[in-house]
């Protein structure tokens, strides 16, 4: 267990300092696999994680402080001053170093414009979400003000969060995995993404439920016909809105506190993660399947065996498209699995999971697990197997991610 022993504001104007876990800046904290983020407004971050008992040491106890060991016998005491140029010195415990906060990271005036325009209009969050307690409007303002306090949007970049973890993360993967990335002017699949509202089977996510079907700007329909009038009308509207929403998600992920690989050495994902697409759509959440960037536009697709023989080979470095939602238990994985368990390492001698977030304190059901990765991660393909889980079949894919 350590504290701030002693807190050396040097920032002017004087800016506010908290922790992200909303608790005094000189609360004892812990234990052993705990990671904790130090916001400073105006300024930046700095994370302080607990990697306990490391034979060996000078000391019994270690510390990691941004990227520097601070080691500690009984209770950590720290003497910590933050600079008026963003740099930080750390002392106490025999311990002395220094460093420079994280950077910010930056949402533009459009974006937040663009993201209050979605919910004026009742497009975020999703409305009269089921079987799920939710959060109230102050609820999240709240959590905006725990783990945004730096901006000004904090509400917004809590609610982005939130809305991702409703059923318009639908929208936001469809929006996203159905466009042709690689090619100049990001053209639409609109088939797939037509398609893919129609044929949602999970009541009351169905295209004849009126808030579904309002999560694509759009009103119930009773044909893949009336869906593909819609999405005519509306893709262009989607489409831009949704690249704000990602913009803004990303923000939040990255403003959020880390996880330490000490508590969590892997992560798990089952996928395809929505219901009705099937393996063919897994290789759509990657930058580097071809048909992202074939000038013919074919669909957005690829048999599962095609995609593992070639660019998901073992060896092969592979980049997220969207984001990807993980939990921290293969259970949890195979009972949301749609034929594929993704097992993800972090990189060797990593002490933070740096490219994904927890983000269940502000999720809709406080008993989801989930930890969120960043549209653009990498990860190497370590393995595939075909295995048998509970006589279900499954393809394992075990990747590590590259820093």
């Not at 504001?9 to 696999?33: H, K, M, W």
């Not at 939990?327 to 740096?354: C, E, M, R």
């Not at 075990?398 to 820093?403: C, S």
Request: one cysteine or more; glycine letters at 6%.
């Amino acid at each position: 267990m350590w504290a701030i022993n002693n807190l050396n504001n040097n920032t002017s104007p004087l800016q506010n300092i908290s922790f992200s876990d909303g608790q005094s800046i000189e609360a004892v904290r812990g234990p052993e696999g705990a990671s904790f983020r130090l916001i400073v407004d105006g300024f930046g971050f700095l994370d302080f994680t607990d990697t306990g008992h490391q034979a060996g040491g000078p000391h019994y106890w270690q510390l990691i402080i941004g990227k520097n060991i601070y080691w500690y016998d009984g209770q950590g005491a720290i003497d910590l001053t933050i600079n008026n140029d963003g740099s930080y010195q750390v002392a106490g415990d025999g311990n002395e170093f220094s460093g420079q906060l994280l950077a910010l990271p930056e949402v533009s005036q459009a974006d937040i414009d663009s993201f209050n325009w979605m919910m004026e209009n009742k497009y975020i969050p999703y409305q009269n979400i089921p079987d799920e307690p939710g959060k109230t409007t102050e609820q999240i303002k709240q959590l905006g003000r725990q783990y945004f306090p730096y901006s000004q949007h904090s509400f917004q970049l809590a609610m982005s969060i939130y809305d991702w973890t409703t059923a318009d993360f639908t929208r936001i993967d469809f929006m996203r995995l159905f466009t042709y990335t690689g090619l100049d002017n990001k053209p639409l699949d609109m088939n797939s993404i037509a398609n893919g509202i129609w044929t949602a089977n999970w009541p009351p996510y169905t295209p004849q439920d009126k808030d579904y079907m309002n999560s694509f700007m759009m009103v119930p329909a009773n044909s893949l016909q009336e869906v593909q009038s819609q999405l005519d009308e509306k893709a262009s509207s989607l489409y831009i809105n949704n690249l704000s929403e990602i913009n803004i998600i990303t923000a939040a992920l990255l403003s959020m506190p880390r996880t330490s690989c000490l508590a969590k050495p892997k992560l798990y994902s089952g996928q395809v993660a929505i219901s009705n697409l099937g393996t063919e759509h897994f290789a759509t959440y990657f930058l580097e399947l071809p048909a992202n960037s074939d000038p013919a536009q074919p669909p957005l697709q690829m048999p599962l065996t095609d995609a593992i023989n070639s660019f998901l080979a073992v060896g092969n470095t592979v980049t997220l498209k969207s984001f990807m939602a993980f939990t921290d238990s293969f259970k949890d994985a195979q009972h949301y699995s749609n034929g594929i368990v993704l097992i993800v390492s972090p990189p060797n001698d990593a002490v933070t999971w740096d490219k994904c977030t927890y983000i269940t304190p502000l999720s809709d059901g406080p008993e989801k697990t989930e930890y969120l990765f960043q549209v653009n991660t990498q990860f190497k393909v370590l393995d595939t197997k075909k295995v048998t889980v509970n006589s279900n079949e499954l393809i394992e894919i075990y990747l590590q991610v590259v820093n």
